[in-house]
Nanobody, 124 residues
Framework: QVQLVESGGGLVQAGGSLRLSCAASGRTFSTYATGWFRQAPGKDRDFLAATSWNGGITYYADSVKGRFSISRDNAKNTVYLQMNSLKPEDTAVYYC?????????????????WGQGTQVTVSS
């Protein structure tokens, strides 16, 4: 079992930056691929980024490529999402996720474990 808790969301002006963190508990966290998704009001939950168990492989959605960066620190059981050049359309609830493979996150758009989400609001 893996429990995920996101933090770092908030209100930021367009063009600004935020770094989201996802603290994981569970002895086997370092064996899971991890990723970030978001869901805006009235829309489906969208894949944003994923990284393999050791951080060696990363995937990004086209909408955030070049602006967002995913990383992880297995010693701290934490996954990060650095978000730069934020736009009002980035406003959403952001979710951390873990799965047995990056393919499940990036291609199938699903996960084995989800966090509760953190709100990010970008003002124009």
């Amino acid at each position: 079992q893996v429990q995920l808790v996101e933090s770092g969301g908030g209100l930021v002006q367009a063009g600004g930056s935020l770094r989201l963190s996802c603290a994981a508990s569970g002895r086997t966290f370092s064996t899971y691929a991890t990723g970030w998704f978001r869901q805006a009001p009235g829309k489906d939950r969208d894949f944003l980024a994923a990284t393999s168990w050791n951080g060696g492989i990363t995937y990004y959605a086209d909408s955030v490529k070049g602006r967002f960066s995913i990383s992880r620190d297995n010693a701290k059981n934490t996954v990060y999402l650095q978000m730069n050049s934020l736009k009002p359309e980035d406003t959403a609830v952001y979710y951390c996720a873990a799965a047995f493979s990056t393919n499940k996150l990036a291609t199938l758009g699903t996960a084995d474990y989800w966090g509760q989400g953190t709100q990010v609001t970008v003002s124009s």
